[in-house]
């Protein structure tokens, strides 16, 4: 909801408000704002333009200076942190070295960083660090942007407000929070539908593709129209009934973060500052990108923050939800989020906006998951073995920078870690 523009030096502010211009649409604003009440030690450098980003036209060093910088290509509102930060504990044995194989070539973890591009990958293992590396010019101060993770994020909105009794539960239908979906293809779909990407409405993903539904959202939001986004949801046509089949779509998650609004009367942004962000103690402020100066939240990508403030989240939903001994997640959703479901009688790795990882019983990553997004971000929540896995990646293509399965090497980080 509109709020009021606050000094940018303020600690308490909870928005950030700019006017975008040609030159930040289009090429990155000369521009360097300042996050209020952060400093940002990349402000200075060079970056890409979005649409650089998703034609997989950047160089590997313009990639990292760009996701690093990702606030100052479009307006984004600041999720407060709160006066204190929690620490991490460190863990009282350091992971030691871990190698890993992928097609019968064995590497370190140096070497796996190296050739995926990470820049930074941080392990949890009972809430305390075992394992904290940096490249390509991160650091700890440094705020990464989410991409798909910010997904995750929005999912776990849906859930805060059902333990709230704002949403009052999956199977209302979404025109309940957001009327302006009345009439459109998603009229009768249920807010459960919609996390499970399983909507029926037509949406094509591929991110290269300038034709593409996920590219005419992105067009969208750099026209910066106050509404736009969601009526190019709204416009969508219906391609299968609704529940009875899979199709991966940021459009969804736009539409979750909508419910989110229309539930709580609170933009995205506030509410998790509010709920999580500020009772966790994270580090820092983090930010999401808006479709309009001082307009609502991207739910599917663009949000911003410290790796080991992503780490802080993944153990939140590590711990079922708990901050302490207080419950802020419904009995079970962390376990329903987390798993697979059905569509139409066809079973997906897919749950609420987060990515079961697809192993048998017994192995090590049984029953974990992951928020996932493009060009290499991953948080893995493994609740059997303890383990909470954060990274970043700076690669140039949007799907194909993994040289080396990620999977494979949390699982040997894991694996490791069991002997602890």
Known sequence: MPTTRLPRTAPSTSHRWRRPCLALLLAGCASRPVVPGTTNPHAAEPIGTV??????????????????????????????RGPTVTPLPTGSTPLGAVTCTWHDTTYTLDEYMQRN???????????????????????RNTRWMSMSIAKSITS????????????RSLDDTV??????????????????????MGSGVRWNETYTDSSSDRRRLLEAQIAQT????????????????????????????????????????????QYLSEKLWQPLGMDHSATWWLDSPDGHEIGGSGFMATLRDYARFGEFIRRDGLIGNRRLLPDNWVAEAGSSKSYGGTREEYGY???PVDAPEGSILHGAFSAQGIFGQYLQINRAARVVIAQWSAQTHPTKGDVIDPTTCFAAITTALQKH
């Open 353 to 355: 906006m987060w990515w």
């Open 156 to 167: 776990t909105l849906v859930g805060l407000a059902i333990h709230d009794g704002t949403i």
């Open 226 to 269: 106050p509404g736009l986004a969601m009526a190019l949801m709204a416009a969508l046509p219906r391609a299968a009934p609704a529940g009875s089949r899979f199709n991966y779509s940021t459009g969804e998650t736009q539409v979750a973060s909508e419910v989110v609004r229309g539930a709580t009367g609170m933009s995205a942004s």
């Open 117 to 139: 591009r990470v820049s930074g990958l941080l392990v949890l293992k009972d809430g305390a660090i075992v394992l904290e590396r940096y490249a390509l010019g991160a650091t």
């Open 51 to 80: 649409r650089e980003m998703y034609d997989g036209r950047l160089t590997p060093e313009l990639a990292a200076t760009t996701f690093r910088n990702i606030d100052r290509l479009f307006p984004s509102r600041v999720i407060a």
């Open 175 to 196: 025109t309940r929070y957001v009327p302006s979906l009345r009439g459109s293809a998603y009229d009768g779909v249920t807010v459960r539908q919609v996390l499970m």
